[in-house]
């Protein structure tokens, strides 16, 4: 009978493992048919290009959130560096070319990155307060810079990276995939990735095995400020215009995204395929309360029922005695 039961807890325990890693994957497929089933312009290619397309920003924002979180930390200074960073890629193309405008706006993402790096690692403050307080100050010389007024592109070129095709894909599309696959290798196959996730899981255990943890917890912000630049410039591209209110509430999707896919909201434990998971989910719910005509407030109830419900979720796993 002793093995019996012994059998039967490996069985709900591989159970369990195999939920917790395909469980995602699974909800997924399976609200894809449900939402299929209630709207048939769902699957047309031009309908699921258009869903691939508006994941874009948030998609690779979230590549950033996700090292921020993973390594302990929470970042809601994002969507202000987007701003910041599609004014300047849009601004700066008058006195410059719009590739070096673009590089500029991405350090200047990357360097708000850093501040908030050095804020929460070495000054020790929250990192939630440290980054509101980063956010707001960003966003206003976002006003400073643009006056208030929308800032509008100059260059036909630069509008190919947030609306143009190759081989028929858009180009955000494959920049997104191309930063997805780039920074799941550095998270799963480099010592940053790991000492990253240590950081997050343990921070003092880290620190007794000799590892810099303020350095690499400065790493997962520079990170997230690097992405968040970047997705501003891809912002700008597509819109061809920039307003001091651009990317206002993007922060919150991009952590809602990051935990709906996996990533523990303690730190130590995430991927980032799946965030772009999470991204996904959210985009074509998204998409689908807009084909069936569902008004927006009801979609930021439902939205923040589903963040309510999936951070749930994975604290009370945690706590809950194995």
């Known amino acids: 009978m002793s093995d019996n039961v012994s059998k039967g807890g490996r069985n709900k325990t591989y159970y369990k493992e195999m939920f917790k890693r395909y469980g995602l994957l699974i ?33 690779i924002m979230a590549i950033g959130t996700t090292f921020v979180i993973i390594g302990g930390g929470f970042d809601i200074s994002v969507g202000s560096v987007l701003a910041l960073s599609a004014a300047l ?3 700066l193309q008058s006195s410059m070319h719009w590739a070096l405008a673009a590089t500029i706006a991405i350090l200047a993402g990357a360097f708000v990155g850093l501040v908030n790096g050095v804020l929460a690692a070495k000054i020790r403050i929250v990192p939630m307060i440290a980054t ?17 007024y929308p800032i509008n592109g100059k260059a036909p070129a630069f509008e190919v990276l947030g609306s143009g095709y190759l081989w028929g894909i858009p180009v955000p599309v494959i920049v997104m995939i191309v930063l997805v696959a780039v920074f799941q290798f550095i998270l799963s196959k ?15 255990a880290t620190r007794l095995a000799g590892v810099s943890v303020d350095f690499y917890h400065m790493m997962t912000f520079v990170i997230g400020g690097l992405m968040a ?49 999470g991204v ?12 069936l005509g569902v008004p927006v407030f009801i979609q930021y109830v439902i939205k923040g029922l589903i963040i309510l419900v999936v951070v749930g979720i994975d604290s009370y796993s945690k706590k809950r005695p194995r």
Do not use: H, W
């Not at 480099?190 to 899981?201: F, I, M």
């Open 27 to 59: 909800s997924f497929f399976v609200l894809s048919i449900g939402i299929s089933l209630l709207t048939p312009n769902f699957l047309s290619s031009r309908n699921l290009l258009n869903i691939l397309r508006q994941s874009t920003i948030v998609g």
């Open 89 to 91: 890629a849009l601004g």
């Open 132 to 148: 509101l307080g980063t956010s707001t100050i960003v966003r206003g010389l976002v006003y400073l810079y643009t006056g208030g």
């Open 190 to 204: 480099t010592q940053l990735g790991r000492y990253c996730c240590a950081v997050g899981g343990n921070k003092e």
């Open 229 to 277: 630049g970047i997705s501003g410039v891809v912002y700008a591209a597509r819109l061809s215009s920039a307003t001091p209110l651009a990317g206002q509430n993007y922060d919150m999707d991009a952590i809602a995204a990051v935990v709906i896919g996996g990533t523990s909201v303690s730190g130590g434990e995430g991927t980032v395929l799946g965030a772009m998971v």
């Open 280 to 291: 996904l989910l959210l985009t074509i719910v998204t998409n689908a309360f807009n084909l």
